[in-house]
């Protein structure tokens, strides 16, 4: 059995929240130079050249790259052999994001009651933490700061087994084209596919955290993927919804069993900046 | 690359009669920012008849929450939020004299009719280009409703700040236009 003290992981998920907002990800530049050799709007090549000098301007400034720094969604996996001590883990994550998200000079973008009141907590806080069990004894902690304007276009469908490979492509394509420039288009989908209603909604935000350089592992689901990656960039909707061939970066799919008389599909939209970032502690 | 046009706050209505959708646009002068829980806020004053904490003819209002700034700078980053939230609020405010709306995505008919109307512009920002887009700003204070947080209202000194035009005002929508040129 190993011990970690919680108060290490203060300043661990701290510097993770500053950091996925200053620092663009690697996969994510490659994708937009790759999609920028291909684009053929001047709008949106200009919006595609923009998002990359406001990347190298976040990271020299310390400046986030987006205004909407997020809601932090922790993902933990905590290795079954790791004994937890000195405090509230829960709390102690809360705290590392109180501390990212004031001393980054992050926004803090988190409303007390969702309908009533919608007093901001001015702290960012409380974050939203998935525990997932897994063997072994270290801890991994991720951190996706994940903005409001994407977070807006995603939806669950309880699909009928009949609707098909054909239904899940029509109704994801379909999302996003009704998304239209909303969501900072050009964007990243991920989609969760079977569980239960609430499962697949966290299988596609759980999809969002592959890096969309590589492919699905399973060759049928990364036909698919590529299939609706394409029709998706058919729709014309380009950067920011001015028009173009780039309205996806990459979709990401992630499915697991149901029920026989169900087929839950989850479209999970995130932005350009496509924000998140690991640390393993051991 | 679309004309370059420089507007100057208060806007006039000739200037921006000569706006068509997918001009580039450099704006200088003071601009307004304001999401949804100001935007609520604005239009109960209007519905009262009370004053607005700013003078709202000719005005451009910018949808942006700032991250805060750093210590020597004028604001945080600052880029768009999106648009269609502030729908339900923005005929009221076009009706008394806003002239200009900064955001990103796409408006809803009646605030398209309502620009028409009131010879008023949709102007779109770049979403995620926020570092990029808060170098244009000279100066920001807050002027109204502080408890608001990051959806206070501010008041922004804008140099050259870059945007597109995404209604002009005969009703011709970028959102619209720019999809069919280019769906396969």
Known sequence: ?282 | MANEIHLRTPLKTEDLEKLKVGDKVLLTGKVYTARDAAHKRLVELVEAGKQLPFDIEGAAIYFVGPSPARPGKPIGSAGPTTSYRMDPYSPALLDVGLKAMIGKGPRGPKVIDSMVKNKAVYLASIGGAAVVTAQSVKSCKIIAYEDLGAEAIRELEVEEFPAFVANDTKGNDIFQLGVEKYRR
């Open chain 1, 1 to 282: 059995m190993k011990e970690i003290n919680v108060s290490e992981i203060i300043p661990v998920v701290r510097k993770l929240c500053i950091d996925t907002n200053y620092y663009a990800s690697e996969d994510v530049v490659i994708k937009i130079k790759e999609f920028l050799e291909k684009e053929v709007s001047p709008t949106g090549r200009d919006i595609l050249q923009l998002i990359l000098e406001n990347h190298k301007m976040a990271a020299e400034e310390l400046m986030p790259m987006c205004q909407d720094t997020g809601v932090a969604v922790v993902f933990v996996e905590l290795g079954q052999d790791v004994h937890l001590v000195g405090g509230d883990f829960y709390e102690a994550i809360n705290e590392g994001v109180r501390q990212g998200y004031v001393d980054g000079y992050l926004r803090k973008s988190i409303v007390e009651d969702p309908v009533i009141e919608r007093k901001n907590t001015r702290d960012n806080t409380p974050a939203i933490i998935y525990t997932d069990i897994v063997p072994g004894d270290s801890l991994k902690i991720t951190v996706a700061a994940k903005g409001g304007g994407a977070e807006n276009m995603s939806e669950v469908k309880m699909m009928k087994a009949a609707d098909g490979i054909e239904g899940v492509k029509d109704f994801v394509v379909d999302r996003i084209k009704r998304s239209g420039g909303n969501p900072c288009p050009p964007v990243v989908v991920g989609v969760g596919i079977g569980g239960s209603f609430e499962q697949c909604a966290l299988l596609a935000k759980k999809s969002l955290l592959r890096p969309i350089t590589e492919k699905n592992p399973d060759p049928v689901w990364a036909a698919v993927e590529e299939e609706i990656l394409e029709r998706i960039n058919k729709l014309g909707i380009g950067p920011q919804g001015l028009g173009g061939r780039t309205t996806a970066l990459a979709v990401s799919i992630l499915q697991m069993p149901c029920h026989i008389a169900s087929m839950p599909v989850a479209v999970n939209v995130n932005c350009h900046c496509h924000r998140h970032e690991s640390v393993v502690i051991e």
